[in-house]
């Protein structure tokens, strides 16, 4: 079964009986009725790399296959790979082309029996009827079960029109509901799962007419659901991209609680913060934690270290790791999380009482942009490369700031955000790992207070150190040619939405300013 | 008895399927078909089939017929349907969905049907007595009838081609037109077909109106490229 299909839904056995009265009413003779029963699991990353690209990976006893749903294929074939062959990745394409090493995690289980029957028409035959019934679980939670019976016709190579009219018969003459086949959809639908990589449901989409107050609903509420969509795997600690997304998701909705000031509660706002800080706490333990890790890892790759250096080295993480998994497992299984996701996607709740600003979504967007260029440019005045850490990690906040501000209204200013969102992310990533260095020094400092003092490992520790400064001078670098560019397209971007923020009042004609309107440095 | 007479399905096959269903809901005993099977609509293959296997009598109308009469091969239809417009392509187009099943089924339509229930005569025709392409309105008169008939004098006259349903009685004839199923041209969407209630020699008619999904037929002739 190769993509998308349209099939009918039915409610069970009478329905099979139905269609097969149908058909022979009809002129068509069905025969060779036989069954057979497959098991599978879907496998995707867990930013969802397959289910964007409209493919889908399933592994059942040693067999790989792909189902395509959209026109490319892989470059390479996959037949005959094991299960352990894909599931360690070492050497796979394309796999490993399109995961980049990340890890392929189960998403749904589907055992299916399928009960096909060949189809003539006028003795000649047209292709194979197929009665599918089957039964999805969740590999996570093993109580989500759930069950469906489809049918549909896959014609004969020679007679692609059959299954079209057939189709046609069977809606307009059976009554039948008719779907758009696909079983990881199905299965995802049937189980109120979310889909890998947890796209937005549609109805958290901004649109340029929305008003200031459902702006800050669907803002916040995208964060909850990021938060809900991950936290299974936080939980059972599948991959650390899990809780990577969730703190990026708590960073997001403190981020907004703030910004939309005027727009939700404030007391209700600054509770929420609040109590959205201590799980952000318990995240950064573990998420820290982990991309020490990952970065000692390539660092000691490098390095002519000692026998045992390494180990040592991750083993000075291994048992905070533990503890902070613990510390963020109870945090999220507490009534006061689900609370917390609760009020932030109620749209109709307490939190968005205040009636808010008679703004829509493109007023409020330019205005907000606006304002985070202008700290931004503030804060980067002057030579990166003289920048103390404690400013620099300053100007990632404003950069942060303005990179949240521009993803959550980048469907309303698609043109101008999709301009500058590249070079933010590209600065934003060079600042996060210089202050993720600073993190990953002061881990090695206390490595260093704890060494034997054996002359070998103190080396390899230097080594260590030597390498983590080199990569933040690199980045350090990187920054500084990166900012000014940046610069530029700030004020290009602050220029174009200056005509839909309805409360600068200044005139569009720069010269007024040179008759006395006050200046505004930052966006010149 | 109670019959059911449907005219200018025009591949249109949810107004059939619903038509049918409308009719066996009504009691009707017997269906029969006054012509234009095909034209205009996406579903060429699927009326056929399912007026074939029904086993509904029908007869051709101009529509069937000039599909018929266009005998091309595939190349000649394609080449038809790129650079013709209207009807002409819209025919070549339901040409090239016809595989040699739904050809001879065409093929074996009489061009009228005839047949009695008790004392009553019965004729069936596609446009009028006089062909396929003649009209009967409800303006028809006396006369017009008369020189219509000719020598023929059913009791009761079935015809379509006009997609205008109404029944009269004129000159101790009942006259039927049976509208469309599948392509209403008098202002309401729904789909029309006549129920005849014929007993002890006596007959009584009426137009019957039916809602079927007509979004569906819309998107089936985007989906399938049918010339507008």
């Not at chain 1, 304002?371 to 490369?385: E, F, L």
């Not at chain 1, 400092?445 to 002359?455: F, M, V």
């Not at chain 2, 004098?153 to 039927?176: N, T």
Request: hydrophobic share 40%; with cysteine; charged share 25%.
């Amino acid at each position: 079964m190769e993509g998308m299909m349209q099939a009918f839904s039915l409610v069970g056995a009478p329905d099979e009986e139905r269609i097969l009265a149908l058909l022979s009413r009809l002129g068509y003779v069905v025969a060779d009725a036989c069954s057979t029963s497959a098991s599978y699991t879907y496998f995707d990353t867990q930013g969802g790399v397959f289910w964007k690209l409209g493919l889908r990976l399933t592994l059942s006893r040693g067999d790989v296959v792909w189902q395509i749903l959209k026109g490319h294929l892989p470059e390479a074939t996959l037949a005959g790979l094991s299960v352990s062959d894909v599931l360690d990745g070492d050497s796979i394409e394309p796999i490993h082309s399109l995961t980049r090493g990340q890890r392929l995690l189960p998403y749904l289980e589907a055992a299916v029996v399928d009960r096909t029957m060949r189809l003539s028409f006028r003795e000649a035959w047209v292709g194979t009827l197929h009665f599918h019934f089957v039964e999805f679980q969740s590999p996570l939670d093993r109580e989500q079960k759930a069950d469906c019976r489809f049918a549909f016709f896959e014609p004969r190579f020679e007679a692609p029109l059959e299954a079209s009219h057939l189709n046609t018969m069977l809606r307009d003459l059976g009554g039948l509901a008719t779907v758009e086949y696909e079983p990881f959809a199905a299965g995802i639908d049937l189980l109120d799962l979310t889909p890998p990589g947890a796209p937005f449901p549609r109805e958290l989409a901004l649109l340029p007419a929305d008003t200031a107050a459902t702006v800050a609903a669907k803002i916040l509420a995208r964060q909850a659901y990021q938060m809900r969509a991950n936290t299974a795997g936080a939980v059972q600690d599948l991959d650390p991209e899990f809780v990577h997304d969730i703190r990026v998701a708590t960073r997001r909705a403190r981020f907004a609680l703030r910004r939309f000031r005027g727009i939700v509660d404030p007391d209700r706002a600054r509770a929420r913060r609040d109590e959205i800080a201590v799980l952000a706490r318990s995240l950064g333990s573990v998420r820290d934690l982990d991309v020490f890790t990952e970065r000692m890892k390539a660092h000691l790759s490098r390095i002519d270290a000692p026998e045992g250096f390494s180990k040592r080295v991750l083993a000075l993480v291994a048992p905070r790791r533990e503890a902070a998994q613990e510390d963020l497992v109870r945090e999220l299984r507490s009534e006061q999380y689900l609370k917390i996701l609760e009020e932030l996607s109620d749209a109709r709740g307490p939190l968005f009482a205040p009636p808010g600003p008679a703004e829509d979504a493109r007023s409020l967007g330019a205005r907000l942009v606006r304002r985070a260029v202008r700290g931004v440019r503030r804060d980067t005045t002057g030579d990166v490369r003289t920048f103390a850490p404690e400013r620099l990690h300053r100007i990632r906040i404003a950069f942060k700031g303005l990179r949240y501000t521009c993803d959550f209204f980048k469907e309303v200013f698609a043109d101008e955000i999709a301009e500058v969102s590249r070079h933010l992310a590209a600065v934003q990533d060079c600042l996060g790992d210089l202050q993720d260095g600073v993190t990953a020094l002061h881990l090695l400092g206390e490595l260093r207070d704890t060494s034997n003092s054996k002359p070998a490992e103190l080396l390899a520790l230097g080594a260590l150190l030597q390498v983590q400064r080199e990569e933040m001078a690199r980045r350090t670098a990187e920054v500084a040619l990166e900012i000014p560019q940046v610069r530029q397209r700030l004020r290009k971007l602050g220029r174009a939405l200056r005509p839909f923020d309805v409360r600068d009042e200044r005139p569009a004609d720069p010269g007024a300013s040179r008759r006395g309107w006050p200046p505004d440095a930052d966006l010149r | 008895m109670r019959i059911a007479f449907l005219s200018d399905v025009h591949s249109n096959f949810p107004a059939l399927a619903a038509a049918l269903a409308s009719a066996r809901k009504r009691g009707a005993e017997k269906v029969l078909m006054a012509g234009d099977v095909v034209g205009v609509g996406p579903h060429p293959v699927e009326v056929i089939r399912f007026l074939a296997g029904e086993q509904v009598p029908a007869i051709q109308g101009n529509h069937d017929r000039q599909l018929l009469d266009l005998t091309r091969g595939e190349k000649a239809l394609r080449k038809i349907l790129k650079r013709k417009r209207g009807k002409k392509a819209v025919l070549a187009w339901t040409a090239l969905q016809l595989g040699e099943p739904e050809r001879a089924f065409l093929t074996g339509l009489p061009a009228s049907v005839s047949f009695d229930v008790g004392p009553v005569r019965v004729l069936m025709v596609h446009g009028s007595p006089k062909g396929d392409t003649d009209y009967i309105y409800p303006s028809l008169t006396r006369w017009s009838l008369l020189a219509k008939l000719g020598e023929l004098r059913p009791d009761l006259l079935v015809c379509g081609h006009s997609h205008i349903p109404f029944c009269k009685r004129l000159a101790g004839v009942h006259v039927v037109n049976a509208g469309s199923v599948g392509v209403s041209v008098d202002g309401d969407p729904r789909g029309a077909y006549a129920l005849a209630d014929v007993e002890n020699g006596r007959v009584r008619c009426r137009i019957v109106r039916f809602s079927y999904p007509v979004d569906r037929v819309q998107s089936d002739m985007a989906a399938r490229g049918v010339p507008s």
